[in-house]
Every structure is written in C-alpha cells, then in structure tokens.
C-alpha cells in the first residue's frame, strides 16, 4: 500500500535499497580521511589523548539530506539507518586498511536514561555495520556512561571539555587490557567526547584507541 521511501531525499526505494537511496549514499559528502593520515579528526586528539587512527566518513551540512537521515535515525526512531551507513562505510574503510589493527569496536554509550528513553544507542547501530564489514566482534558492555551530562549543543570548546569530564567509565580494566579499541561515534565537532571515552579506556593497562565518525561538522 505504502511505497518504501528514501529517508534522506523522499523518493521510492526500489528493490535492494534499503532506507537510503544509492544516489543519495553517493551523493553525501565525504571526507576521504581513510587515505589521509594526520587528518582534521585526528589532529582534534594532538596534545590531548593519544589516538592511533581516526577519520569521519561524511561531512555533516545544516539542512543537507545526510541532516535529515541522521535525524529520522537519532530522533525518529529509525536505528537500522545507522547500520545502513555504517555498513556503506564500513565497505570503504575496510579497503583502505586504517583499522585493520583493531580488536574490538566500541559504540560510544548513552546514559542508561537516555537509552532508556529512545530505546536504542544509535552509535551502536552504526558501529554493527562497520563491524559487519570490517569483520571485527564489538563490545557494548563494559565502556560505561555513568554520568548524566548536560547537551553539549550549545556549548564552545571548553565547556564541551569541562561537561565531559568523569562522564565515561570502563566497568572492568581488564576487558580492554592489551587491546586496540575502535570507538564509534555519529558526529564528531570538537571531539571532547570521544576524549572523554579515550580517558576512560587508558584505564585498562596497554590499551590502544583509535576512532570513526561516521560524520563530522565543519
């Protein structure tokens, strides 16, 4: 009765689709930081916390189709468009070899409220993609979100960093002892939450991180 529709541009899905439309995955705009070492994520962590690999996949526009997609899926209930684009991601990166260190991929977790209240992590389901694609086992259990901060869309830098502080834990040091760690977000802007996870995750002794966004604001 009701055609499948593409979240991002509106148009029918045809078969083989699946709630994003080719043309609009083509035609997101990309960052090719798979290629680019010392690129603008990576330089966000220099002097910070020590990150082994990190890349955003998109770039994140105001009013853009990838806005509208992001939205549906961080707000709108819809979560298998995270492992739609995490899967189209993954397919990329896994040919360019930037994390084939890697041991385990890592979501960035909500606050058990949070999660409580949408129901789903959307970084968790972007990060099933990837992991799908580049064939590395993910861990959602044990990188804790144990403080309930404030939104930080309206914050500047330093507040960004000061709201973050403490926020993340790892529940069991040993979980990620000796291991390279693949942290997952969904937009990346100043970084100080991925910081904050990185912080948290140098607790395990011999941990390496490095981390993916699947888009960043620029």
Known sequence: MYPNLCAACGEALVRQEQHICLACLNAFPKTGFQTWPDNEVERRFWGKVPVERGMAFFYYEKESALQRALYRLKYRGEKEIGAVLGRYAGTVVAKAGIYDAVDV????PLHPKKLAKRGYNQSEWIARGLAEKLNKPMDT???VHRIENVSQTRKGVFDRY????DVFAV???QAFADKHVLLVDDVVTTG????????ALLQSPGVKASVFALSMAH
């Open 105 to 108: 991929i890592v979501p960035v």
């Open 141 to 143: 259990e044990h990188l």
């Open 171 to 173: 529940d069991d040091p």
């Open 162 to 165: 000061l709201n973050m502080q």
């Open 192 to 199: 100080s939450t991925l910081e904050a996870c990185i912080q």
